[in-house]
């Protein structure tokens, strides 16, 4: 089984600590039933309930604290984390929401180098609480170069902090909100902890409405000493984006969870509505929408599992996780767009009504590729790895599933944010030419061609600054790469063919879509257009097989989950 269902799924492939905080995760939400569900979204209730339970059961403090500041069982594992962030997803975004600012607000604490924050962080976790990342401002947004929050030296490791931090989920109850400034006197960047409920942090107000509380606050004259410093100049600055590579990383996975979800309530609802003397999933259009639909859930899973071995098995010298995690928090969550769209198309009015969960799917899924401009920010990112990618691979080990319970100890030791541009990756050959599959032979043909383009048809150095065409031509790489994990993950996943070469019938149509929006492009010059002509292409159709996919995997997920009322 591909999709999470959680009255069937035991975990028991994670040790018993872990299957345990998994099955009392999914027993709270289904005992506490959808009716409360919604009655709290409606009315943008606080969840105490949830931290509540989540403060008895420990459950932030041992999949949150490191090895070396919790007890037993208490370790960051991305693999045990990403199937609980699976979970929240999966009932409410507001609920993975407080976990997901948590791990940002921890992420400064456990890179910084203050052993006594990081061993009274451990207690907080430990006594239930939550935490906060004061990263953003309102001018700026997530520019850390425009930063205005001051830290001003009184001497004697003294300091005051001055200035305001904006869209601060967790702020109002966190423990610590780890935040980011810079020192008045000589413009070194820094990261300090403070407490909100100090009288010189003013809590201005939630700017969402919605049960989180997304804060704007603002510190005046707040009094901070050393204790409270956790890292300063570069070792801040870098501490604020690799904290960002491992907590957006989650964005990807929230998306999973929420699909999921909505796709049994569609499924459920269409298969047994009947119109004009034909039930709803009869309808090839119907059957098309939704096979496409599951294609692209099932290939965010894929991509995203195995995205997990990368980030889990990176080190110094294989950083190949700086393409596959910005692609997890970009490329997935505007697949679970595009997967609530097909749904939605299918369910109609059904998507409106106020007793359904998929009326926050479809706000909410909305939410994941905007948060922090996640795609423009992370595309301009993925860009910069393109060149080596296609024409200057790297020699590394196969990398198998990376299962195993254990600290995820170099997410906390990335080290220097800096040259990006020369990290290399193994040839995507490798995993293309491991499989002979129709869609998967047209999908390649339509990379060569990209490839053509990229030696014969270079983006000049005006179209090299067009943020606009970048875009376009990163999405293409971008599915480049999204294939390549797909088919590394069919083998250890055991996918079969019907199913990846269905998927790969989509992500023809779509390097077909997005060939023809770089052909449109104001700037595209004749070479450029006439291969982005030749890069547009039709699936191998096999209605057989098709008809396969929808019986096997579509329409066998009916009524397979309906969430406790």
């Known amino acids: 089984?591909?999709?999470?269902?959680?009255?069937?799924?035991?975990?028991?492939?994670?040790?018993?600590?872990?299957?345990?905080?998994?099955?009392?995760?999914?027993?709270?939400?289904?005992?506490?039933?959808?009716?409360?569900?919604?009655?709290?979204?409606?009315?943008?209730?606080?969840?105490?309930?949830?931290?509540?339970?989540?403060?008895?059961?420990?459950?932030?403090?041992?999949?949150?604290?490191?090895?070396?500041?919790?007890?037993?069982?208490?370790?960051?594992?991305?693999?045990?984390?990403?199937?609980?962030?699976?979970?929240?997803?999966?009932?409410?975004?507001?609920?993975?929401?407080?976990?997901?600012?948590?791990?940002?607000?921890?992420?400064?604490?456990?890179?910084?180098?203050?052993?006594?924050?990081?061993?009274?962080?451990?207690?907080?976790?430990?006594?239930?609480?939550?935490?906060?990342?004061?990263?953003?401002?309102?001018?700026?947004?997530?520019?850390?170069?425009?930063?205005?929050?001051?830290?001003?030296?009184?001497?004697?490791?003294?300091?005051?902090?001055?200035?305001?931090?904006?869209?601060?989920?967790?702020?109002?109850?966190?423990?610590?909100?780890?935040?980011?400034?810079?020192?008045?006197?000589?413009?070194?960047?820094?990261?300090?902890?403070?407490?909100?409920?100090?009288p010189n942090y003013d809590l201005i107000k939630n700017v969402t409405n919605s049960q989180n509380y997304v804060a704007e606050f603002g510190l005046n004259a707040y009094p901070v000493t050393d204790a409270d410093i956790l890292s300063v100049g570069q070792q801040a600055w870098d501490s604020a984006l690799n904290t960002i590579n491992v907590g957006k990383f989650n964005l990807g996975w929230a998306s999973i969870g929420i699909c999921t979800h909505a796709f049994y309530e569609a499924i459920n609802h269409a298969s047994h509505r009947n119109l004009y003397k034909t039930y709803v999933t009869d309808f090839p259009h119907i059957r098309q929408l939704f096979t496409d639909a599951f294609c692209r859930l099932a290939a965010m899973k894929i991509f995203s599992s195995r995205a997990v071995d990368y980030m889990r098995s990176a080190s110094a010298d294989d950083r190949r996780y700086l393409l596959f995690n910005p692609m997890v928090k970009m490329k997935v969550t505007t697949e679970g767009e595009k997967v609530i769209n097909l749904l939605w198309d299918v369910i109609a009015a059904k998507g409106f009504e106020k007793d359904t969960y998929f009326e926050m799917a479809a706000r909410d899924i909305r939410a994941l590729p905007k948060l922090e401009g996640t795609v423009h920010v992370n595309m301009a990112l993925i860009v910069k790895f393109m060149a080596n990618y296609f024409f200057n691979p790297g020699k590394f080990p196969e990398i198998h599933r990376q299962d195993a319970p254990a600290n995820d100890d170099f997410l906390f030791n990335q080290g220097l944010t800096r040259k990006l541009s020369g990290i290399q990756f193994h040839d995507y050959h490798l995993a293309y030419d491991s499989v002979d599959l129709p869609n998967v032979n047209v999908f390649k043909a339509q990379i060569e061609v990209f490839r053509e383009f990229l030696i014969n048809a270079t983006p000049d150095e005006a179209q090299s600054k067009d943020i606009g065409f970048l875009l376009t031509l990163g999405e293409l790489f971008t599915l480049v790469a999204y294939g390549q994990l797909l088919l590394e993950n069919a083998k250890i996943c055991h996918i079969e063919d019907d199913l990846m070469d269905q998927m790969f019938d989509v992500m023809v149509r779509d390097f077909s879509d997005y060939a023809l929006q770089l052909y449109s492009k104001p700037s595209s010059s004749e070479d450029q257009m006439a291969l982005c002509l030749k890069m547009i292409k039709k699936p191998v159709l096999d209605h057989e097989k098709f008809s396969r996919v929808f019986d096997n995997y579509v329409y066998s997920l009916r009524d397979t989950y309906d969430m406790s009322q």
């Open 1 to 198: 089984m591909i999709l999470l269902n959680p009255k069937q799924k035991t975990y028991d492939h994670l040790d018993a600590r872990s299957r345990e905080i998994m099955l009392k995760t999914i027993n709270f939400f289904e005992k506490r039933g959808k009716k409360k569900l919604k009655e709290d979204d409606h009315e943008r209730s606080w969840y105490a309930d949830f931290l509540e339970f989540i403060r008895q059961e420990n459950i932030f403090y041992t999949l949150l604290t490191p090895s070396p500041y919790g007890q037993e069982n208490c370790y960051w594992d991305t693999y045990r984390n990403c199937e609980f962030n699976e979970i929240l997803g999966f009932y409410g975004l507001c609920y993975w929401y407080t976990w997901q600012v948590s791990i940002l607000g921890l992420g400064p604490i456990w890179m910084g180098t203050n052993e006594a924050a990081k061993q009274k962080t451990g207690k907080l976790l430990a006594d239930g609480g939550i935490f906060a990342f004061g990263l953003s401002e309102k001018k700026h947004g997530a520019d850390l170069y425009s930063t205005e929050m001051m830290l001003t030296p009184l001497g004697e490791g003294k300091y005051v902090a001055d200035g305001g931090k904006y869209y601060i989920g967790n702020a109002n109850k966190a423990a610590f909100v780890s935040v980011f400034g810079k020192n008045s006197d000589t413009g070194e960047y820094v990261f300090f902890t403070a407490d909100p409920t100090h």
